[in-house]
């Protein structure tokens, strides 16, 4: 089992609605919680950081954490067309390094 | 702040050549990561150093790989001898406190040896 997991995509959404995508993670102890968003050629930017359940808003984005679950989510409302990128997952695990863990990432197209 | 820098952008080589590959982390902040990027692998992490000292380096895939952080400012990641498996993009990260905060991530190198 990969520890942070992610469907590949493409996901495809028209301009517009509400893009969810989805996170789970293998280690319980996980306390931090990224979501990067990558454009094709540029590098990874944070764009939401959750720490603890529930939601946290931001803007059009909502980032939401269940860790009975083991379960991270991103929601992209009112989605754009700028908005298409694939977005990474990255899970701080219970161990006490620095390190991130990063999923394969989802990739959004936003028909206009 | 200028954020992470990374030297050079693109970078073609001839197998069996050595690479170097160069960040400058963003001021202050104490870890460093390398991280590498291919389509089939994703993003892996290579190395990653704490206060210059290297925590890591499990990721490193084989000798051919090294990695030095001489001061708080500057690292470098070496491949001797490249081999075209290596073509990837390589990512230099920074972050202020132990995976707590995120990261942030240099422009890359786009590597490619032929």
């Known amino acids: 089992q990969k520890e942070v997991e992610q469907n590949s995509g493409p996901l495809s959404v028209p301009e517009g609605a509400i893009a969810s995508l989805n996170c789970t993670y293998s280690?319980?102890?996980?306390?931090?919680f990224f979501w990067y968003r990558q454009y094709s050629g540029k590098s990874p930017e944070l764009i939401m950081s959750?720490?603890?359940?529930g939601d946290k808003e931001d803007g059009r984005f909502t980032a939401q954490l269940n860790k009975a679950s083991q379960y991270v989510s991103l929601l992209i409302r009112d989605s754009q067309p700028s908005d298409s990128a694939t977005y990474l997952c990255a899970v701080h695990g219970s161990s006490n390094t620095g390190k991130l863990i990063f999923g394969q990432g989802t990739t959004l197209q936003v028909k206009p | 702040d200028a954020g992470v820098i990374q030297s050079p952008r693109h970078e073609v080589t001839e197998m069996g050549q050595e690479v170097t590959l160069r960040c400058k982390p963003i001021?202050?902040?104490?870890?460093l990561f390398w991280y590498r990027q291919t389509m089939m692998r994703g993003l892996e992490l290579l190395i990653y150093?704490?206060?210059?000292?290297?925590?890591?380096d499990s990721g490193m895939p084989e000798d051919r790989f090294s990695a030095k952080m001489p001061n708080a400012s500057f690292s470098t990641l070496k491949i001797q001898p490249s081999e075209p498996r290596d073509s990837a993009v390589y990512f230099c990260?920074?972050?202020?406190?132990?995976?707590?905060?995120?990261?942030?991530f240099g422009s890359g190198t786009r590597l490619t040896v032929v």
């Open positions: 280690d319980r102890g996980s306390q931090s």
């Open positions: 150093f704490n206060n210059n000292v290297p925590i890591d």
């Open positions: 990260a920074s972050s202020l406190a132990a995976g707590g905060s995120g990261y942030t």
């Open positions: 001021s202050g902040h104490d870890y």
């Open positions: 959750i720490y603890s359940n």
